[in-house]
């Protein structure tokens, strides 16, 4: 589709004005108090129309008026912060006043099938998008998205795409686990795809009938942009690797998100995929995209969020997140449980970047050795990094399970049979040196990762850690598909 009939629909709709604010305006000069005036303005909205927040901001608007920059986000960081089971249980509270009784059922935007009759709607805003979250607790969070708000959020994920090149109209494939993240609702658009460019590629596990099948979509469709999870890009690249697939056609860039992108990976990825540009981003369902790589990390959006951390109750700085110019269903001091450091750079030309210069995951996503010491991605990401060093990085990938406080399974995929024995070996050294000597370690060599992929995937993985990917609460299909992952939680 050309880029023209693409703008034509964004200008039909209403929201090219609101592309234009979110996708390809920046941030990169005098940013704290342009974050600042957003702040001010979002409270100020807030602190009157909004049953869950209304007057929680009077005194802290008040005190801070005329205070410098400096003050202004030290008092911002001394307000308090909330939590998804926060925000869920206040539920539709959380909407304006002319949105918080108002049955959402009644107003929800149905698409199978009736395109121009959707295109119509979203036209006049009468509807309410429902988005739901699973999450490492298994607690829905379900929100339910205005006009405004759904396009806010679904342009930071154009954002992303339009750093690296990709422009509206242009081809896109989108390799997606099924049943997750509300894909197969999007799925329901695909016989349109001539419309939008976009093609889904929907799987439920991973092996070589999966990625032939993949890999002659991409030869046929012949994408700019494929759109994947870091965990199934590198299976696919293992695959293309051992079964020789014909890849024809690289996709000129590939932007993965959602999950830690480990070096091994990345490199293992770069090998295949020769000719793509290959970038990762950072956000979550309830907030959209809000860093994209940039180097020295992954740089924040600064038109889209302000990004602070604070120590949890381990000590770990905790990233802590307002989206900005939300204001139907407002994400103010939002504790994500995720683990990452954020700073402030300035580059050779004067440009500022807010960059997350580590992310761990979820607090959670950690390994308890048998003194209780927590071990994070990054650790194991270094620990493949100095066995890839050992043996022309041989390793593919890993996967750390914690099979009890005394004992860690750690699974390899490699290049090179013939290494397995010396990898053991000095797996086993380097796991005995460096996260302890009296546990009991079990090494694996494995073809694929047997992962379900309903599932967040994650490099390590805790006794009982069930994250389910967002979106997977809301119909009777996802919620036995939350009691299988449960029921095999516990039979482990």
């Not at 003050?71 to 909407?95: C, E, H, I, W």
């Not at 607690?139 to 795409?161: Q, R």
Request: one cysteine or more; glycine letters at 6%; proline letters at 4%.
């Amino acid at each position: 589709m050309s880029q023209l009939l693409y703008r034509w629909m964004l200008k039909f709709a209403g929201v090219w004005p609101l592309y234009q604010e979110v996708v390809v305006q920046d941030r990169l000069t005098n940013v704290r108090p342009q974050m600042r005036a957003d702040l001010t303005a979002l409270l100020d909205k807030v602190n009157r129309d909004n049953p869950f927040f209304r007057g929680k901001f009077t005194d802290f608007l008040a005190d801070n008026r005329e205070a410098d920059d400096d003050t202004f986000f030290t008092n911002y960081a001394r307000l308090p912060s909330l939590s998804k089971d926060d925000y869920a249980a206040a539920g539709q509270q959380v909407m304006t006043d002319a949105l918080v009784d108002v049955d959402p059922k009644t107003r929800e935007l149905q698409v199978e099938g009736r395109p121009w009759e959707s295109l119509r709607r979203l036209r006049q805003g009468d509807y309410l998008m429902p988005m739901a979250t699973g999450g490492s607790s298994s607690l829905p969070l379900v929100v339910h998205m205005t006009k405004h708000h759904m396009f806010s959020m679904l342009f930071t994920f154009f954002k992303c795409w339009y750093r690296m090149g990709w422009r509206p109209g242009q081809r896109m494939m989108i390799f997606y686990p099924k049943n997750t993240y509300n894909i197969d609702d999007m799925v329901k658009f695909n016989r349109f795809s001539w419309l939008t460019g976009f093609k889904y590629h929907l799987f439920d596990k991973i092996d070589e009938q999966v990625v032939r099948g993949l890999v002659d979509d991409l030869n046929s469709f012949r994408p700019k942009l494929l759109l994947v999870f870091p965990s199934p890009l590198n299976m696919i690249a293992h695959t293309i690797r051992r079964f020789n697939l014909p890849l024809k056609h690289h996709p000129e860039m590939i932007n993965t998100s959602g999950e830690t992108f480990f070096d091994c990976q990345r490199r293992n990825v770069e090998d295949v995929f020769s000719r793509s540009s290959i970038e990762d981003s950072y956000g979550s369902v309830e907030l959209g995209e809000i860093s994209h790589q940039t180097p020295g990390g992954l740089e924040i959006f600064a038109n889209v969020a302000y990004v602070e951390t604070e120590p949890n109750a381990e000590g770990q700085p905790e990233m802590v997140i307002t989206r900005l110019h939300l204001t139907d269903f407002p994400f103010i001091r939002y504790r994500m449980r995720d683990v990452a450091d954020v700073e402030f750079q300035t580059d050779e030309h004067g440009h500022e970047r807010y960059v997350i210069t580590k992310i761990e995951g979820k607090d959670t996503n950690h390994i308890l050795s048998d003194t209780g010491q927590r071990f994070y991605p990054s650790f194991f990401n270094g620990f493949v990094n100095d066995l890839n060093a050992l043996v022309n990085h041989a390793i593919l990938e890993i996967k750390v399970y914690e099979r009890n406080q005394t004992q860690l399974e750690v699974q390899f995929i490699v290049l090179d049979a013939t290494q397995q024995s010396h990898i053991e070996q000095l797996a086993l050294e380097h796991l005995r040196q460096k996260l302890s000597p009296t546990m009991d370690y079990v090494i694996r060599f494995v073809d694929f990762i047997d992962h379900d992929y309903r599932r967040k995937y994650r490099v390590i993985e805790r006794i009982g850690d069930v994250e389910f990917a967002g979106g997977i609460v809301g119909d009777a299909k996802k919620q036995n598909t939350v009691a299988e992952v449960e029921s095999s939680a516990v039979g482990r």
